[in-house]
């Protein structure tokens, strides 16, 4: 079973300068194996947490969620890595991963393989397993207030991320300028998501 995850970020270019000494970070933009979108990870509150933070179609849905009340919240800034914790001994983080695709929880890991790949396993009960491997398109996200103060942010509401504009959730060009755009973890024009442990579905968990 193929885990086909959404996902979001902006894509930055030149990574070739990647030191070896960030072969396990797993935290920064990565694109799914499909393309369709990018997850941001990042630590918050201790564990890593990955949301959609770029789509290739602005505008999705959790329709298949299970859940009615929520099938109309946006695909954009749903969280999809779920409090994965670190494997004692091993460069590893086991939590659970969200599939928009069947809107169903897994068991899963992730396992960084070098500097520009994530290796994303899950299985149903403990059988039925599958997996995929993301490419990096953006640095390692370096913890911040924001990440470190994940349990001081507002309870959430339940109330689902707004989506954000379509223009603004397709990735600026190649060609940009390097101003035009957010650095990771900053809300901006360029980056409708930001700081992924400042959105509510993230930020009410750690209380």
Do not use: H
């Given at each position: 079973m193929r885990l086909a995850i959404y996902t979001g970020i902006i894509l930055t270019a030149g990574y070739a300068g990647l030191t070896p000494a960030l072969a396990t970070d797993p935290t920064g933009d990565w694109r799914v194996a499909d393309g369709v979108a990018n997850i941001r990870v990042a630590q918050c509150n201790g564990s890593m947490w990955g949301a959609v933070s770029w789509e290739k179609q602005p505008g999705g849905r959790d329709e298949n969620n299970p859940d009615v009340s929520k099938k109309n919240r946006p695909t954009l800034g749903m969280a999809t890595l779920i409090n994965m914790k670190k494997t004692p001994g091993a460069e590893q983080?086991?939590?659970?991963?969200?599939?928009?695709?069947?809107?169903?929880?897994?068991?899963?890991?992730?396992?960084?393989?070098?500097?520009?790949?994530?290796?994303?396993?899950?299985?149903?009960?403990?059988?039925?397993?599958?997996?995929?491997?993301?490419?990096?398109?953006?640095?390692?996200?370096?913890?911040?207030?924001?990440?470190?103060?994940?349990?001081?942010?507002?309870?959430?509401?339940?109330?689902?991320?707004?989506?954000?504009?379509?223009?603004?959730?397709?990735?600026?060009?190649?060609?940009?300028?390097?101003s035009a755009a957010a650095k990771p973890g900053q809300k901006g024009a360029a980056d409708p998501v930001g700081d992924i442990c400042l959105l509510p579905e993230i930020a009410g968990f750690a209380h």
């Open positions: 983080w086991e939590g659970q991963v969200y599939n928009a695709k069947d809107g169903q929880m897994y068991s899963a890991t992730i396992t960084p393989a070098g500097t520009d790949q994530l290796e994303i396993k899950g299985c149903v009960l403990g059988f039925l397993c599958g997996g995929e491997t993301w490419t990096r398109v953006g640095p390692p996200i370096p913890p911040s207030t924001a990440n470190a103060m994940a349990k001081g942010a507002p309870k959430t509401t339940g109330a689902a991320p707004k989506s954000a504009p379509a223009q603004a959730a397709v990735a600026p060009a190649p060609t940009a300028p390097k």
